[in-house]
């Protein structure tokens, strides 16, 4: 398996700024990825964290709303820009571990954002 | 385009009763699938995977879950429930050559369990 946090828990949040999550994983990996979960929603993935790059964004998800930075193979951010109350979610960063011939995503605990 | 359905959005069982949780997917070659479980207030841990060959698939808690290729389901099942189950229960599937990346959920079945 693999250990991952996220900071912070959770976070009330003012529209108009931003907010920067930061998730840490216990080893290396290769994959990461940033996921939103809206109330009473399921997940729908945000955007893949590519380590020495810019993140891939999934269609709907633009740079400009949710930067990401990945400046090594354990460590990356999810920024929420100009929030709105539409931003209010659960974010979550997964990684990718390897196992023998297969390949397995763990999450994290998640972010729960509030905005005003 | 690859999609997941959970049919029931809600499921309530007493506690010791059985339990069957649907998922069928959309998907145009062999699927990669997944069951995750998130409790209140939890991240997601995952339950099971099956990627392939035998198509009954053992996880963690108790939980099995049969991949079958003609329904396009993968239906996740407990003999016994126990109160501690109670929680949001997510089928997945992944959709790259990697297996496990980029994951598409279904929207989740919340299961209560009555003492």
């Known amino acids: 398996s693999a250990v991952i946090s996220q900071k912070p828990s959770r976070d009330i949040c003012q529209r108009g700024t931003s907010l920067t999550i930061q998730c840490q994983v216990d080893s290396q990996v290769t994959m990461m990825f940033w996921y939103r979960q809206q109330p009473g929603q399921s997940l729908t993935l945000i955007a893949t964290a590519n380590q020495g790059s810019e993140a891939t964004y999934e269609s709907g998800f633009v740079i400009d709303k949710f930067p990401i930075s990945r400046p090594n193979l354990t460590f990356s951010t999810l920024t929420v820009s100009n929030m709105s109350p539409e931003d209010s979610s659960i974010y979550l960063c997964?990684?990718?571990?390897?196992?023998?011939?297969?390949?397995?995503?763990?999450f994290g605990p998640g972010t729960r954002l509030t905005v005003l | 385009a690859q999609s997941v359905t959970q049919p029931d959005i809600h499921i309530t069982v007493s506690e010791g009763a059985s339990l069957e949780l649907r998922c069928n997917y959309s998907y145009g070659a062999t699927p990669y699938l997944f069951w995750y479980v998130q409790s209140p207030g939890q991240g997601l841990q995952l339950l099971l995977k099956y990627f392939s060959g035998d198509t009954l698939v053992q996880g963690i808690k108790g939980f099995e879950a049969e991949f079958k290729r003609s329904q396009s389901s993968f239906n996740l099942r407990k003999p016994s429930v126990h109160w501690s189950d109670a929680a949001e229960y997510f089928c997945?599937?992944?959709?790259?050559?990697?297996?496990?990346?980029?994951?598409?959920f279904g929207k989740g079945t919340k299961l209560t369990v009555n003492p």
């Open positions: 997964s990684v990718v571990r390897t196992s023998g011939f297969t390949d397995t995503q763990y």
């Open positions: 997945a599937v992944g959709r790259a050559q990697g297996g496990s990346e980029k994951l598409v």
